[in-house]
């Protein structure tokens, strides 16, 4: 005061929102946002996680993130325009996202997806169409001659229905490594 300057001009006051996200542990905020829920965090979220984040503490904001409404809506979105080759509807949207919420497996919803008469109809409308759509689909790859008699036998038969053959697929070995290797790519850093 004797200078003529104000104390609280050299009282560190809170740290600002933009000084959050410029730090290494603000940046890994939003890149966790970003690849979980498609936005960066909001001013409020960073405040939110910021001193957890701190601490080491990350897994309780990719817990939170993951079982959010955002994420099942950006699973939800993702297996439309894969398996149906469209955009959500919203109505039909929301069902699945709140199935999603209310504990319904996304592997089930995936199963569902591909096995809908939405999908056997898109993939050409025939059990061959249906099968190799399939493994293009599902698996990333050309059917087998051995497994596409086998699947195509199934349906033909009525042995099993569109939902059977597509949990076969969707529920594989094969199919959740190459789902667990997407997801590890994308959440690369979280």
């Not at 560190?12 to 905020?29: K, N």
């Given at each position: 005061?004797?200078?003529?300057?104000?104390?609280?001009?050299?009282?560190?006051?809170?740290?600002?929102?933009?000084?959050?996200?410029?730090?290494?542990?603000?940046?890994?905020?939003?890149?966790?946002?970003?690849?979980?829920?498609g936005r960066v965090a909001t001013d409020a979220e960073?405040?939110?996680?910021?001193?957890?984040?701190?601490?080491?503490?990350?897994?309780?904001?990719?817990?939170?993130?993951?079982?959010?409404?955002?994420?099942?809506?950006?699973?939800?979105?993702?297996?439309?325009?894969?398996?149906?080759?469209?955009?959500?509807?919203?109505?039909?949207?929301?069902?699945?996202?709140?199935?999603?919420?209310?504990?319904?497996?996304?592997?089930?919803?995936?199963?569902?997806?591909?096995?809908?008469?939405?999908?056997?109809?898109?993939?050409?409308?025939?059990?061959?169409?249906?099968?190799?759509?399939?493994?293009?689909?599902?698996?990333?790859?050309?059917?087998?001659?051995?497994?596409?008699?086998?699947?195509?036998?199934?349906?033909?038969?009525?042995?099993?229905?569109?939902?059977?053959?597509?949990?076969?697929?969707?529920?594989?070995?094969?199919?959740?490594?190459?789902?667990?290797?997407?997801?590890?790519?994308?959440?690369?850093?979280?």
């Open positions: 005061n004797a200078l003529g300057l104000k104390s609280d001009w050299f009282t560190p006051g809170p740290v600002t929102d933009a000084s959050l996200r410029s730090t290494a542990d603000g940046q890994w905020i939003d890149a966790a946002y970003t690849r979980l829920v960073q405040a939110k996680w910021y001193d957890g984040v701190r601490r080491g503490d990350r897994l309780s904001l990719t817990r939170q993130l993951v079982t959010s409404a955002y994420f099942a809506g950006r699973m939800v979105d993702d297996l439309y325009q894969r398996a149906l080759g469209r955009p959500a509807d919203a109505d039909g949207r929301a069902y699945w996202v709140t199935q999603l919420g209310k504990g319904t497996k996304l592997e089930l919803v995936g199963v569902l997806f591909y096995g809908s008469r939405e999908y056997y109809l898109r993939s050409g409308g025939t059990d061959t169409s249906f099968v190799t759509a399939l493994y293009q689909g599902i698996l990333g790859r050309a059917p087998d001659q051995g497994g596409l008699t086998y699947w195509v036998g199934l349906l033909g038969s009525g042995r099993a229905r569109l939902d059977d053959v597509a949990a076969g697929f969707y529920q594989s070995l094969e199919s959740r490594r190459a789902r667990a290797v997407v997801l590890h790519v994308e959440t690369r850093g979280v």
